[in-house]
């Protein structure tokens, strides 16, 4: 099990653009992939991005594929999510995720941190 905590969120104008960040504690850093997931008002949780535990592998959800990159920093226990071009059908609450690689499902989250995107 690993500890996450998002941070990053708040009020943006369409157009702009945000950073997330999830720090992650409790266990080691390396030996997880690390999601990011959203959910809306009244809509089930979808998913954002991912990224491989080595941080060699991606993937972006077609509704936000070029506006939405993941990186991690080992070194600092860090994963991100930098969203650009942000859209008001954006908002939401974003959730970190992890998968350990004995896991076949991301099986830690975080509390979430809201996203608001004004038009």
């Known amino acids: 099990q690993v500890q996450l905590a998002e941070s990053g969120g708040g009020l943006v104008q369409a157009g702009g653009s945000l950073r997330l960040s999830c720090a992650a504690s409790?266990?080691?850093?390396?030996?997880?992939?690390m999601g990011w997931f959203r959910q809306a008002p009244g809509k089930e949780r979808e998913f954002v991005a991912s990224?491989?535990?080595?941080?060699?592998?991606?993937y972006y959800a077609d509704s936000v594929k070029g506006r939405v990159t993941i990186s991690r920093d080992r070194f600092k226990n860090t994963v991100y999510l930098q969203m650009d071009s942000l859209k008001p059908e954006d908002t939401a609450v974003y959730y970190c995720?992890?998968?350990?690689?004995?896991?076949?499902?991301?099986?830690?989250w975080g509390q979430g941190t809201q996203v608001t995107v004004s038009s």
């Open positions: 995720a992890a998968r350990h690689l004995s896991e076949g499902s991301f099986g830690s």
């Open positions: 990224i491989s535990w080595s941080g060699g592998v991606t």
């Open positions: 409790g266990s080691t850093f390396s030996s997880y992939a």
